[in-house]
């Protein structure tokens, strides 16, 4: 080969080393950038990412205060709806006492129309079933009277209405007139008392008697100053009740009905059912007698609201006159 082409050979290779050797410089060089700059590329990025959590915890926060405010806000509807719910049960109530208002409008005038036409009927014709009672009566020997109210049971049982117009107008009266007549009873084998619904005054004694002591006596009057069982304002469910419960061939048993109000629908439909729970032997005597002691808390204006109290009166002296008892209708709070 000759030195001209020997000299343009070598020419060539220095030419394409020097041309590796830069590139594998510049690639060196953007090592070193990209190295230098990565530093501060994490440190953006930090500031950035705490900026972030910074706005996340605000917007955090935010969304704690917007859930308080959302229970405090539920809460509230709750106790507005737990406050309906107690007025619509009120008015409910109130709904069944001016519905029995209503059928005692509706009937009253019926009621006492058919009492006259009994009344008038009995004056005219005295039947051969009177005539034989009458004459019973006559053998019979005389019973124990206490201003007309015959004393001669062993066991008493007091029936009373726990009504609110019972305990807001009459409960202090109701009280005195029990003492009275634990007082005609000095000494009897067995007292209970019951609500008109049937509730007992001492559940360790339903379906028992109560021992008669003074003691005994003492806690009866004493438990009716805070007894507040539920009433319908009408006393035939206790009267039913206490004769099913008590009743006994053997024991000579007294009722006394304490109320002011009869809601029920029919005075003739309870002295029929009445009559035949509390079923007559064969010389007219009753199981139970039946008395009654009417308040006059129904009386008071409005003068509409007095029918249920009409209806009770009406009721409770037939119940009486039917089953050998006395009904006392008081005319003042203060008797």
């Keep these: 080969m000759s030195r001209r082409r020997r000299r343009e050979m070598e020419g060539i290779g220095l030419s394409f080393l020097d041309a590796i050797f830069c590139g594998f410089g510049a690639i060196l060089l953007l090592f070193v950038i990209a190295r230098g700059a990565e ?66 409008a509706s009937d009253t005038a019926a009621v006492q129309n058919r009492i006259r036409d009994q009344l008038a009927l009995a004056q005219q014709q005295l039947s051969e079933e009177m005539k034989r009672l009458l004459a019973q009566r006559r053998e019979a020997p005389p019973e124990r009277l206490v201003g007309g109210i015959p004393v001669d049971s062993e066991y008493i049982i007091f029936i009373i209405d726990t009504s609110g117009s019972m305990q807001s107008l009459a409960w202090p009266l109701m009280r005195r007139k ?23 005054m001492f559940s360790q004694y339903a379906g028992k008697w109560i021992p008669d002591s003074p003691a005994r006596r003492r806690a009866i009057v004493e438990r009716l100053q805070d007894w507040r069982p539920f009433s319908n304002s009408s006393p035939v469910e206790g009267i039913e009740a206490a004769i099913r419960i008590y009743y006994q061939p053997d024991r000579k048993i007294s009722l006394y009905v304490f109320g002011d109000e009869f809601t029920g629908t029919s005075i003739d439909d309870v002295v029929r ?5 509390n079923r007559a032997d064969a010389r007219g005597n009753r199981r139970v007698r039946i008395h009654g002691v009417g308040f006059p808390t129904m009386f008071a204006p409005p003068a509409q609201s007095s029918y249920t109290g009409v209806r009770f009166a009406t009721l409770m002296r037939e119940l009486a006159r039917r089953n050998g008892g006395t009904f006392l209708g008081l005319n003042s709070a203060q008797q």
């Design 273 to 277: 059912r009445v009559d035949q729970l």
């Design 178 to 200: 029990l003492e009275e007549t634990l007082r005609l009873y000095p000494e009897v084998k067995g007292i209970q008392v019951m609500n008109d619904e049937g509730a007992f």
């Design 39 to 104: 530093p501060q590329l994490v440190v953006r990025d930090a500031e950035t990412l705490r900026a972030e959590l910074r706005v996340l915890e605000e917007e955090r926060a935010e969304l704690d205060g917007r859930i308080n405010d959302m229970q405090a806000e539920s809460d509230a509807r709750q106790s507005e709806i737990a406050s309906a719910e107690r007025l619509v049960a009120r008015y409910r109530d109130e709904l069944t006492t001016i519905q029995g208002r209503h059928r005692a």
